[in-house]
């Protein structure tokens, strides 16, 4: 009998995002041809190797792949969770899942990043996020000649950075778990004061 293949990480980082019209083309167009860029050249200076790819849903899963199944497994062999944030990400029984999933792992594997209003974000959510990318959330072809352009690229530079840290100390892989969760009906999980004031 052969030995079995050793489990390992698929992927450096698995991309989490509510799908909508034009956070989809920004992520898409925008955010990560130059986020992933940057992060395989951060991830050679600080892990000392290539970069081992990402998982996002559109580039990864085909018509007719069990999804489910596929985005399960993409979670457990992911090292980093890139979580984009917006209100309704919280809606979503598939983001919480992938929040959730990062976050039981260890807090430091998941990187939280707004795109839109983070005041409304889940508490546990706000505690660890520090990436901001909310006022370059800017879809059309006269964004690339514009001063917020370039400011968006030094912030992409920063995120690399803290995502490939990370990925450096990402813990061994382990058969990890999945947390189910299900979005509240009618609300994310906001914090109440916030709802009140």
Not at 1 to 16: L, R, W
Not at 68 to 83: C, M, Q, W
Not at 131 to 150: M, N, P
């Given at each position: ?16 995002v ?41 580039k990864?899963l ?110 061994l ?12 009906p ?12």
């Open positions: 009998m052969g030995s079995q293949p050793t489990p390992k990480y698929h992927y450096d980082i698995f991309v989490s509510k799908r909508d019209l034009v956070f989809g083309d920004w992520l898409r167009t925008y955010f990560l041809p130059l986020f992933i860029a940057y992060l395989k050249q951060e991830v050679i200076v600080k892990c000392k190797r290539q970069f081992e790819g990402y998982f996002f849903y559109e990864a085909r018509p007719g792949d069990a999804w489910p199944e596929e985005l399960r497994l993409a979670i457990k062999t992911s090292r980093v969770g890139v979580a984009l944030c917006s209100p309704e990400y919280f809606f979503s029984d598939w983001c919480l899942t992938e929040l959730h999933s990062f976050l039981k792992r260890d807090k430091k594997v998941l990187v939280p990043v707004s795109i839109y209003d983070g005041e409304a974000f889940p508490k546990e959510v706000q505690e660890i996020q520090k990436s901001d990318l909310s006022q370059y959330v800017i879809v059309g072809e006269g964004y690339v000649k514009t001063a917020r352009y370039v400011d968006f690229q030094d912030k992409l530079r920063e995120l690399s950075r803290d995502v490939a840290v990370r990925i450096s100390e990402a813990p892989y382990s058969d990890w778990p999945i947390e189910d969760k299900t979005a509240p009618g609300e994310p999980d906001i914090p109440q004061q916030r709802l009140e004031s």
